[in-house]
Structure formats: structure tokens, C-alpha cells
């Protein structure tokens, strides 16, 4: 990082930057005005045309090419024929580029030297502007001469091939004489007080800028470092395999969900580049307005590792990602961070170095503004009240140098639209996960990993295998890379407790349990534990894990997402006290524990396992297990003073069997209306909406039909779906309703009270057959489509699903992709479309 400070001006200014200033006014003044004599020679508008309007509808330039081709700036000024005559060097040089006729396309031509070639005189004059104004020292009176004189002999070369070029022969003489006379009176007379401290001020203006754009950056760099490496199960072993983000992100796919082009799938390194030019906006304004946009996914789809993608392309200054190398700065924010409320507070948090080094106070977000930013937003799903008003701060600034992409769960998508004003010009994608084609290699490149740094001693093509045999049932589930991870490493450690997974939720409860597997194994060797007894270790474990649970739940219904409350540690520490467990050691397996400014700070590892965790609390609540363990207790606390009585064994026994069974009753299954009164009673929120929970709530409903399927009455299915309906669960997209069909294991009750609430359009997949079959003898979808991947004739379901569509009167679209790509001599799909036709 340099450290010296910005050259001081002296009140006088010395005669070297007084010679500076001059050849600034000749390249800011005298070489404009002449490039604006050409432009009006040479342009083919006519006359009351804007550029703007000539280059779309007269020359016919597509929306996005005449994006691409001018920054936001010359874009604004390019709607409004009244401005032309303010347009400066660079946005004259790309109007005649584009607009005057007569010039060569070749980009050859307009960089190779010829002074006979108009083309390359335009380069070359722009080239003496920019070249001055990003000096910060003086110059000699020798070089001012030199450089005025080389500056004079350019105009006049551009005048002299436009006039012959346009048919203005006879205007040239009048326009060069003007020219030379300007800078014959610019080079040899004072510099009046107003145009020193005009130009010194511009002086001073680019030497900042100059330092933000190299130091800034560079500041920057050095703080994504150490943010572009990812371990995704650092809370199963904090010294886990460190993997490159880029070996994640570039295989994940990302589709467009915005009125433009809806359904479109986008290239990893296409997303700025398609979002810049398919962006829409609700009100349009004459001014040019600002660019947000939205990367939607669910909770471990890769939004977080695409943030450090973009970090990690943008330190490396590499080509992955189309136009992220065209911003100077690349600024990030976490919407889970609760210390930070303003933009100024996190330019200083992100660049104090270059703030303390170069700028007074206030002025890093003044220069900030003036440079081409993007700014990464992380969570808006995780706002709390001080980071939305930083958010809100960012948008604010309605500044045109200023790109915003924020990532957000679909759930809460909607702060999206409530926070970005409606002139402003908005892109909108969805995260899908990882590509089917992918997912073999991204599970064969992690697990060889944990086999380099000893932590797995499986087969690897075993797991593969898995896979594949796996994936008529968890597709969907395997398109994220967090539950890929998961999968690699519950395999490493136990390929037995894999295998029988079907569900989603079935995988995160086998995590948990290799996490409490770890700790026990780990708790059996502290010196603080090791004397207990395994049985009671793992009753003591069970204590805590309750404890633990209702501090997640907590957390969530007061948005502190990022740390757990303060007051919820102290109670989970005091429970592992308690039950004479070390604290440290404990909270360490479910949880990242790190010192922030001094103080101790914990966090659960990763979104969704925060909202296992709260779920957890729920399912324990409403089936009394925490309950159970306590009966347990009692009766044996009974036990031990009815001993220390010297009661009669005889009565002992009788006393015991009748406490027993009398304390049992307590522990009664669950009644109609319980879960809702549970969620009502546990779950707070100020509206009186549940939307923020409904993650939490679908691992509520999987861990209820992993754990107790058989004991699932129709109530509380019933109870399941409408909870999650009141969460907007299908408000957006009825399919998201398969995501519950998957994870009650397509129970018919549920499906039955999902299908009251399909009305608009479902995609039926070869994994959503089976649920759609169900689904289809109540819900009537307006739009049906079927996309089967497989060859039609391996699914013998097939033709009943097509006999159920066949009496719905829905719009369809049918997709037989394979069969398509290799169609056999004879269809293998010729009944499922005849039985279609007969509707």
C-alpha cells in the first residue's frame, strides 16, 4: 500500500503547473470544440434527430449492442438532441465512430498511425486529452511549446481530411485559423484566477480519482484474499479441505426469471453481460437510471459462493466473467452484518488505508461515485434493521456509475422490489444449481480432495455409483453443492447411513448426527469429560442439543442471523455446565466461533442448517421428545430416594410402575391445532406473517415425516400445507409445492391439500411423476408441461400420467428430450402423444 500523502497545492501555483493547466484547457476546450465541427460535418442524423434515436431506428442498432457501445453517461446525454453541443472528447470521439459516414469499422484503422486517415487523427486527439488530464506533475515550458504544437498539427490534419471528406473544403481554412489562434492565445497568455482554480480543481479532482482507482482496488484485492477460498463443512471439521471457489461456481446453472427472455438458461460467465442487457424497468424517466439486479436460489444453491466467484474473478483480473473487468472498484456487503448502516461506513470498513492515506472526511464516497462500481449485496433475505439501511443508503445514491446485484432466497425476493424505486432499470435471475452433466465431476474432484488430506478412505467410484442409483429420488436435492458436499462427507465417514436416504431432510438429520458423532468422540478424550460414562455423555449431549435448538429458533424470531443472540450462548453454555460438558469444546461442533472487536461472537455455519435447528425445536415441542427424557429422569430420581428410604422392594416396585405409568400420560401424542398454536406461541413476528420461517418449516414437515411418518395424522398434514401456504410457499410458483411433495415422501394427504392451491402451472419432471399423478386428480394447473428426460419407454407411469392430463383442461407442453436426441425406429412415446391427442 503506498504511503505518501497527496502532493499538497500551494496557494501559488508554480509555472510548470500553470503550463500543465494550458495544454488541459487546449485538450478539454479547443480539441472538443473542433471534434464537435466534425461530428456536425460528417453525421448522417438528420436534423432534429438524436443520436440516440439514429443509432436505434435509422441505423437499426439493437438495444443491447447500443449499450455496450457507450457507458451510462453518453448514454443520457446521447437521448436529448438539445445536449449534443455539451458532449465532451470521449463521447464525441464514439458519436463520429458510430454516426459520421465515410469511416472504416477496422479497429486496425482507427489505432495505426496515418495522418491521412480520419479515423486514426480522432484517436489520436482523444489519446493527447486523456494523456493530460492523468498527470499530476507539471511540465516545462519546452513541452508545453512541443506538446501545443503537436496538438495544433493534429487538428489540423483532422480538419483539413473531414473537409475533403464531408464537402466542407471551403470551411477549413476559416476553422483552422480559428484553432491556431485559440491555442497560440491559450499558450502564451496568464491563466485568469478563474481558470487556475477551475483546472487546478479538475488537477486535483484526477489525482484523487487516480489513487482510489489503483490504491482502492488494490486494497480491495488484498482483503478478498483471503475471502475467495472455501471450506463448506468447516462445522464438521474446522481444518477441512479448502477448495477453490471457481472449482464450485462454474458449474452451477443459472436461468433468467425476468419478463425478458423467462426461462432462458444464462452461462456462468454470460451473467453481468445478460443482466446488463436485458434489464427492464417499471416507469421509464428521460433520465438514464441506475442498474440493480436480483440472483435468486435457494438456501445452499451457491449465492454466497457466486459472491466470492465474482471476488475471486475480480482480484485475479481474469476473463471468467464477461464485463466484471470493466468496473474499477467491486464493493461487498453482507446483509447479515449488523454493524454497518451507511454506504460511507462501508467504503471506510472496506478501503481504511486508502480513506486515511488520500481523503478528508466524507470525500472516499464523493470519488467513490465517480468511478465504474459494482457492488455485491449478499442476503437480502438476511436484512436486518441496520444493513437495510445501508441498503437503502447504496440505492439512494441513484448514481449511474453505481451496478447493484443482490442475491436473495425466492421467499424473500419481494424486499427486492419494496427497496428498488421503480425507474430504475432491474435484471432478474434464478441460481438452479449445479448442471446434471456436473454433478459426477464436482462430487469425483471434492471427495479426491479429502482423500489428499487423509480424511476419507472410501471408493470414490462407489459414491458415484450412489449417485446415479440414488437419483430418481434426490435429482433435485443434488442440484445444490452444499447438499453434494454434505453427501461426500457423510459418505466418507459412513457409506451404510447414506444408503438409505430418500429424502433431502433425511440427509441433514444424518449430518446432524455425524456432528453429534464427532463431538462424542471427541468429548470421550477431553479431560473435562472423559469421565462420564457413554450413556450419560450421550444423554448429556441430548440436553444441550435442546438448549441449542431453542436458541436457533430465537435467533430467527429476532433476525439475528448472522451471530446467535448473546443471552442464547449463555444459556446453551449454562446448560453444558450443567450437565459438566466443556462449553467451548461443545458449542464447537454445531457452531463458528470467532472473536469480532474483542468479543466473542457465534454463528451457525450456513442458513439452512439455522432453520434445521429451529425446526428441530418445533418437532421436539410438539411430540413432547424432550418431554420423554424428563419423564425418564424423574422416575429415576424416584427410584433413588425411595432406596435411600429403605422403602420395601415390593413397594418400590408398585410405587415405580404406577409413577411411571402415570407420568406417561402426560406425554400424550399430538392434538389438531397443536403445530399451528406451536408456531403462533414460538414464532414471533411483527406483521403477523410467517413468510421468513418458511424454510424452517419445510425441514419442520421433513423431520415430522422422517422421524414419525407412521404417527402423521391428517390434521396435521393439513396443518403442514397450510402453515406453508400462509408463508407464500406457491404463491410465486406452484412448483415449489413438489419441494414438500419430496420431502413428506409423496404422502397422498398432503399432496391432496397441496392440490387446492395448484391453479396456474406446474412442470411435471421424471422425478415429479409420482406426485403429479396424485396431484392431477384435484388440481387444476392452467398450464401443464412435461419434461422427461429419460426414454419415455423405461417409465411405464408415463401412460398413466398422460391419461390423468388428458382430462384436465389445461394449456400443455410436452418434452421428451431423449427421445428427441435418440429417437428409436420405432417411438417409444407414440401412445403417451396419441393419448394426448384424443383431448
Given at each position: 500500500?503506498?504511503?505518501?500523502?497527496?502532493?499538497?497545492?500551494?496557494?501559488?501555483?508554480?509555472?510548470?503547473?500553470?503550463?500543465?493547466?494550458?495544454?488541459?484547457?487546449?485538450?478539454?476546450?479547443?480539441?472538443r470544440?473542433?471534434?464537435?465541427?466534425?461530428?456536425?460535418?460528417?453525421?448522417?442524423?438528420?436534423?432534429?434527430?438524436?443520436?440516440?434515436?439514429?443509432?436505434l431506428?435509422?441505423?437499426?442498432?439493437?438495444?443491447?449492442?447500443?449499450?455496450?457501445?457507450?457507458?451510462?453517461?453518453?448514454?443520457?446525454?446521447?437521448?436529448?438532441?438539445?445536449?449534443?453541443?455539451?458532449?465532451?472528447?470521449?463521447?464525441?470521439?464514439?458519436?463520429?465512430?458510430?454516426?459520421?459516414?465515410?469511416?472504416?469499422?477496422?479497429?486496425?484503422?482507427?489505432?495505426?498511425?496515418?495522418?491521412?486517415?480520419?479515423?486514426w487523427?480522432?484517436?489520436?486527439?482523444?489519446?493527447?486529452?486523456?494523456?493530460?488530464?492523468?498527470?499530476?506533475?507539471?511540465?516545462?515550458?519546452?513541452?508545453?511549446?512541443?506538446?501545443?504544437?503537436?496538438?495544433?498539427?493534429?487538428?489540423?490534419?483532422?480538419?483539413?481530411?473531414?473537409?475533403?471528406?464531408?464537402?466542407?473544403?471551403?470551411?477549413?481554412?476559416?476553422?483552422?485559423?480559428?484553432?491556431?489562434?485559440?491555442?497560440?492565445?491559450?499558450?502564451?497568455?496568464?491563466?485568469?484566477?478563474?481558470?487556475?482554480?477551475?483546472?487546478?480543481?479538475?488537477?486535483?479532482?484526477?489525482?484523487?480519482?487516480?489513487?482510489?482507482?489503483?490504491?482502492?482496488?488494490?486494497?480491495?484485492?488484498?482483503?478478498?484474499?483471503?475471502?475467495?477460498?472455501?471450506?463448506?463443512?468447516?462445522?464438521?471439521?474446522?481444518?477441512?479441505?479448502?477448495?477453490?471457489?471457481?472449482?464450485?461456481?462454474?458449474?452451477?446453472?443459472?436461468?433468467?426469471?425476468?419478463?425478458?427472455?423467462?426461462?432462458?438458461?444464462?452461462?456462468?460467465?454470460?451473467?453481468?453481460?445478460?443482466?446488463?442487457?436485458?434489464?427492464?424497468?417499471?416507469?421509464?424517466?428521460?433520465?438514464?437510471?441506475?442498474?440493480?439486479?436480483?440472483?435468486?436460489?435457494?438456501?445452499?444453491?451457491?449465492?454466497?459462493?457466486?459472491?466470492?466467484?465474482?471476488?475471486s474473478?475480480?482480484?485475479?483480473?481474469?476473463?471468467?466473467?464477461?464485463?466484471?473487468?470493466?468496473?474499477?472498484?467491486l464493493?461487498?456487503?453482507?446483509?447479515?452484518?449488523?454493524?454497518l448502516?451507511?454506504?460511507?461506513?462501508?467504503?471506510?470498513?472496506?478501503?481504511?488505508?486508502?480513506?486515511?492515506?488520500?481523503?478528508?472526511?466524507?470525500?472516499?464516497?464523493?470519488?467513490?461515485?465517480?468511478?465504474?462500481?459494482l457492488?455485491?449485496?449478499?442476503?437480502?433475505d438476511?436484512?436486518?434493521?441496520?444493513?437495510?439501511?445501508?441498503?437503502?443508503?447504496?440505492?439512494?445514491?441513484?448514481?449511474?456509475?453505481?451496478?447493484?446485484?443482490?442475491?436473495?432466497?425466492?421467499?424473500?425476493?419481494?424486499?427486492?422490489?419494496?427497496?428498488?424505486?421503480?425507474?430504475f432499470h432491474?435484471?432478474?435471475?434464478?441460481?438452479?444449481?449445479?448442471?446434471?452433466?456436473k454433478?459426477?465431476?464436482?462430487?469425483?474432484?471434492?471427495?479426491?480432495?479429502?482423500?489428499k488430506?487423509?480424511?476419507?478412505?472410501?471408493?470414490t467410484?462407489?459414491l458415484?455409483s450412489?449417485?446415479?442409483?440414488?437419483?430418481?429420488?434426490?435429482?433435485?436435492?443434488?442440484?445444490?453443492?452444499?447438499?453434494?458436499?454434505?453427501?461426500?462427507?457423510?459418505?466418507?465417514?459412513?457409506?451404510?447411513a447414506?444408503?438409505?436416504?430418500?429424502?433431502?431432510?433425511?440427509?441433514y438429520?444424518?449430518?446432524?448426527?455425524?456432528?453429534?458423532?464427532?463431538?462424542?468422540?471427541?468429548?470421550?478424550?477431553?479431560?473435562?469429560?472423559?469421565?462420564?460414562?457413554?450413556?450419560?455423555?450421550?444423554?448429556?449431549?441430548?440436553?444441550?442439543?435442546?438448549?441449542?435448538?431453542?436458541?436457533?429458533?430465537?435467533?430467527l424470531?429476532?433476525?439475528a442471523?448472522?451471530?446467535?443472540?448473546?443471552?442464547?450462548?449463555?444459556?446453551?453454555?449454562?446448560?453444558?455446565?450443567?450437565?459438566?460438558?466443556?462449553?467451548?469444546e461443545?458449542?464447537?461442533?454445531?457452531?463458528?466461533?470467532?472473536v469480532?472487536?474483542?468479543?466473542?461472537?457465534?454463528?451457525?455455519?450456513?442458513?439452512?442448517?439455522?432453520?434445521?435447528?429451529?425446526?428441530?425445536?418445533?418437532?421436539?415441542?410438539?411430540?413432547?421428545?424432550?418431554q420423554?427424557?424428563?419423564?425418564?429422569?424423574?422416575?429415576?430420581?424416584?427410584?433413588?430416594?425411595?432406596?435411600?428410604?429403605?422403602?420395601?422392594?415390593?413397594?418400590k416396585?408398585?410405587?415405580?410402575?404406577?409413577?411411571?405409568?402415570?407420568?406417561?400420560?402426560?406425554?400424550?401424542?399430538?392434538?389438531?391445532?397443536?403445530?399451528?398454536?406451536?408456531i403462533?406461541?414460538?414464532?414471533?413476528?411483527?406483521?403477523?406473517?410467517?413468510?421468513?420461517?418458511?424454510?424452517?418449516?419445510?425441514?419442520?414437515?421433513?423431520?415430522?415425516?422422517?422421524?414419525?411418518?407412521p404417527?402423521?395424522?391428517?390434521?396435521?398434514?393439513?396443518?403442514?400445507?397450510?402453515?406453508?401456504?400462509?408463508?407464500?410457499?406457491?404463491?410465486?410458483?406452484?412448483?415449489?409445492?413438489?419441494?414438500?411433495?419430496?420431502?413428506?415422501?409423496?404422502d397422498?394427504?398432503?399432496?391432496?391439500?397441496?392440490?387446492?392451491?395448484?391453479?396456474?402451472?406446474?412442470t411435471?419432471?421424471?422425478?415429479?411423476?409420482?406426485a403429479?399423478l396424485?396431484?392431477?386428480?384435484?388440481?387444476?394447473?392452467?398450464?401443464?408441461?412435461?419434461?422427461?428426460s429419460?426414454?419415455?419407454?423405461?417409465?411405464?407411469?408415463?401412460?398413466?400420467?398422460?391419461?390423468?392430463?388428458?382430462?384436465?383442461?389445461?394449456?400443455?407442453?410436452?418434452?421428451?428430450?431423449?427421445?428427441?436426441?435418440?429417437?428409436?425406429?420405432?417411438?417409444?412415446?407414440?401412445?403417451?402423444?396419441?393419448?394426448?391427442?384424443?383431448?
Amino acid at each position: 500500500m503506498a504511503s505518501q500523502q497527496v502532493p499538497h497545492t500551494p496557494d501559488a501555483i508554480s509555472k510548470d503547473e500553470t503550463n500543465l493547466l494550458k495544454l488541459l484547457k487546449m485538450g478539454h476546450g479547443i480539441a472538443r470544440s473542433v471534434l464537435y465541427k466534425i461530428f456536425l460535418w460528417g453525421t448522417m442524423q438528420k436534423e432534429d434527430e438524436s443520436v440516440e434515436h439514429y443509432l436505434l431506428k435509422t441505423q437499426g442498432y439493437s438495444n443491447s449492442f447500443y449499450r455496450k457501445c457507450f457507458d451510462q453517461y453518453q448514454l443520457k446525454m446521447m437521448s436529448d438532441k438539445s445536449k449534443e453541443c455539451e458532449f465532451d472528447v470521449s463521447t464525441l470521439f464514439k458519436v463520429i465512430k458510430h454516426t459520421c459516414g465515410k469511416l472504416e469499422t477496422s479497429i486496425d484503422v482507427w489505432t495505426t498511425e496515418n495522418d491521412t486517415r480520419l479515423e486514426w487523427l480522432v484517436t489520436a486527439i482523444k489519446n493527447f486529452r486523456n494523456d493530460h488530464s492523468h498527470k499530476f506533475v507539471g511540465v516545462s515550458l519546452e513541452t508545453l511549446i512541443l506538446q501545443s504544437m503537436h496538438l495544433k498539427n493534429l487538428l489540423r490534419g483532422a480538419l483539413k481530411v473531414a473537409g475533403n471528406l464531408y464537402g466542407k473544403s471551403d470551411e477549413v481554412d476559416q476553422e483552422v485559423k480559428k484553432m491556431e489562434d485559440d491555442i497560440e492565445t491559450v499558450r502564451d497568455q496568464h491563466l485568469i484566477a478563474s481558470d487556475i482554480s477551475s483546472y487546478e480543481a479538475v488537477l486535483e479532482n484526477e489525482k484523487l480519482k487516480h489513487f482510489l482507482k489503483i490504491e482502492g482496488a488494490k486494497e480491495l484485492r488484498e482483503k478478498y484474499e483471503d475471502l475467495c477460498q472455501l471450506n463448506p463443512v468447516y462445522f464438521l471439521e474446522s481444518k477441512g479441505a479448502l477448495l477453490d471457489v471457481s472449482m464450485v461456481f462454474t458449474q452451477i446453472e443459472v436461468e433468467n426469471a425476468g419478463q425478458k427472455a423467462k426461462g432462458f438458461r444464462v452461462p456462468c460467465h454470460e451473467i453481468l453481460t445478460f443482466c446488463r442487457d436485458n434489464t427492464t424497468v417499471k416507469r421509464k424517466t428521460k433520465v438514464q437510471s441506475p442498474e440493480v439486479y436480483l440472483i435468486e436460489g435457494p438456501a445452499g444453491a451457491g449465492k454466497t459462493t457466486l459472491m466470492k466467484y465474482l471476488k475471486s474473478v475480480w482480484l485475479n483480473k481474469n476473463e471468467s466473467i464477461l464485463g466484471l473487468n470493466d468496473y474499477d472498484l467491486l464493493l461487498f456487503m453482507e446483509c447479515r452484518n449488523p454493524s454497518l448502516s451507511s454506504f460511507s461506513q462501508l467504503l471506510c470498513q472496506l478501503m481504511p488505508k486508502t480513506n486515511a492515506t488520500y481523503f478528508r472526511e466524507g470525500e472516499l464516497l464523493k470519488f467513490t461515485l465517480n468511478l465504474k462500481t459494482l457492488v455485491l449485496v449478499d442476503g437480502l433475505d438476511e436484512l436486518n434493521s441496520h444493513s437495510e439501511k445501508l441498503f437503502l443508503d447504496i440505492i439512494n445514491q441513484n448514481n449511474k456509475n453505481l451496478v447493484v446485484l443482490c442475491t436473495s432466497r425466492p421467499e424473500k425476493a419481494r424486499h427486492f422490489k419494496m427497496h428498488v424505486p421503480p425507474t430504475f432499470h432491474t435484471a432478474h435471475l434464478k441460481i438452479i444449481g449445479i448442471a446434471d452433466n456436473k454433478k459426477e465431476e464436482f462430487v469425483r474432484k471434492y471427495h479426491e480432495e479429502m482423500w489428499k488430506h487423509g480424511r476419507s478412505k472410501q471408493d470414490t467410484e462407489n459414491l458415484i455409483s450412489y449417485m446415479k442409483n440414488s437419483e430418481s429420488h434426490l435429482k433435485n436435492h443434488y442440484r445444490l453443492p452444499l447438499n453434494l458436499v454434505l453427501l461426500t462427507w457423510l459418505w466418507a465417514d459412513d457409506p451404510c447411513a447414506v444408503t438409505p436416504v430418500t429424502t433431502s431432510c433425511e440427509l441433514y438429520i444424518q449430518t446432524h448426527n455425524l456432528m453429534k458423532k464427532k463431538l462424542l468422540e471427541r468429548l470421550t478424550h477431553h479431560e473435562d469429560a472423559c469421565d462420564i460414562n457413554l450413556q450419560d455423555l450421550e444423554e448429556k449431549i441430548k440436553d444441550v442439543m435442546c438448549s441449542i435448538y431453542k436458541a436457533a429458533l430465537l435467533s430467527l424470531n429476532k433476525d439475528a442471523i448472522e451471530y446467535l443472540l448473546p443471552e442464547t450462548v449463555d444459556q446453551i453454555k449454562a446448560t453444558c455446565k450443567a450437565n459438566s460438558l466443556p462449553p467451548r469444546e461443545t458449542l464447537s461442533a454445531f457452531f463458528v466461533i470467532k472473536v469480532v472487536e474483542g468479543e466473542e461472537k457465534v454463528s451457525i455455519p450456513h442458513k439452512l442448517l439455522h432453520d434445521f435447528y429451529a425446526a428441530q425445536c418445533i418437532v421436539q415441542n410438539l411430540f413432547s421428545e424432550n418431554q420423554k427424557s424428563k419423564n425418564q429422569s424423574l422416575v429415576q430420581k424416584l427410584a433413588v430416594f425411595l432406596s435411600m428410604e429403605n422403602v420395601d422392594p415390593v413397594i418400590k416396585q408398585a410405587v415405580l410402575s404406577n409413577a411411571s405409568a402415570e407420568i406417561s400420560l402426560i406425554s400424550t401424542a399430538p392434538k389438531p391445532g397443536s403445530l399451528k398454536a406451536l408456531i403462533d406461541d414460538l414464532c414471533t413476528t411483527e406483521s403477523g406473517k410467517i413468510n421468513k420461517y418458511q424454510s424452517m418449516l419445510l425441514h419442520v414437515a421433513g423431520i415430522i415425516y422422517a422421524l414419525h411418518g407412521p404417527e402423521v395424522q391428517e390434521w396435521l398434514a393439513m396443518e403442514i400445507v397450510e402453515l406453508l401456504r400462509e408463508s407464500e410457499l406457491g404463491v410465486r410458483d406452484d412448483n415449489q409445492w413438489f419441494d414438500l411433495c419430496e420431502l413428506t415422501k409423496n404422502d397422498p394427504v398432503v399432496i391432496s391439500h397441496i392440490s387446492k392451491h395448484i391453479s396456474k402451472s406446474i412442470t411435471i419432471t421424471d422425478k415429479r411423476i409420482e406426485a403429479a399423478l396424485l396431484m392431477l386428480q384435484e388440481a387444476k394447473p392452467k398450464e401443464i408441461s412435461v419434461s422427461i428426460s429419460r426414454k419415455t419407454k423405461d417409465i411405464p407411469e408415463l401412460q398413466d400420467l398422460m391419461t390423468r392430463i388428458a382430462d384436465c383442461e389445461s394449456q400443455l407442453d410436452l418434452a421428451f428430450w431423449l427421445d428427441f436426441w435418440e429417437p428409436d425406429s420405432l417411438p417409444g412415446n407414440d401412445q403417451q402423444v396419441r393419448i394426448i391427442s384424443k383431448r
